[in-house]
């Protein structure tokens, strides 16, 4: 069964549509949960198993990941270090998890400790998707299509998925 392709749908409708539904789910990991953006698509109801255990895996290193960040691990010292203090000052971790070859799931943690959470689609644009598109608009209205064949031949559409937080006030998170 073909998968769900936002970029594919957005281009020139791929043929029927989406096969999966995007949702927002209720996503919950001990005392860690998703606050979904307002503006959000959510993810398509087949992404969310793998997206669940991306976050999964990546809990029980939020603490040092967020230390590293904030540069107060002793190995990482900022203080004498002019290139690390920029860094620290306005640096981001992020950590992307590939859910196939053309969808991407990313975890940014920047120097204030917040974590927010996007989808990254790309989609190579090729001969077959150049006459697809011709096909939908027509050939007059390829202004776009040619500048994106300016641009290494990848499209990328990303949206923020949430905020990834942590509840004080419920039990532990034991992995």
Do not use: Q
């Amino acid at each position: 069964m073909e998968i769900s392709n936002f970029v594919r749908d957005l281009l020139y409708g791929g043929g029927g549509g989406s096969l999966y539904p995007l949702v927002k789910p209720s996503i919950v990991l001990g005392n860690y949960f998703l606050t979904w953006h307002e503006k959000s698509l959510g993810l398509y109801s087949n992404e969310v198993v793998k997206f669940k255990n991306f976050l999964k895996n990546m809990i029980p290193y939020l603490e040092n990941m967020m230390k590293i960040i904030d540069g107060s691990s002793s190995i990482l010292s900022a203080k004498n270090d002019p290139l690390k203090k920029v860094i620290f000052d306005k640096g981001r971790l992020s950590i992307t998890d590939k859910y196939n070859s053309r969808i991407f799931f990313i975890l940014n943690i920047d120097n204030k400790g917040s974590t927010a959470l996007f989808r990254e689609e790309r989609l190579l644009i090729n001969d077959e998707i150049c006459e697809k598109m011709e096909i939908r608009y027509g050939s007059a209205n390829m202004i776009l299509l040619n500048k994106l064949k300016e641009f290494d031949n990848i499209l990328s559409v990303k949206w923020k998925l949430g905020d990834l937080l942590f509840d004080r006030t419920a039990h532990t998170y034991k992995g």
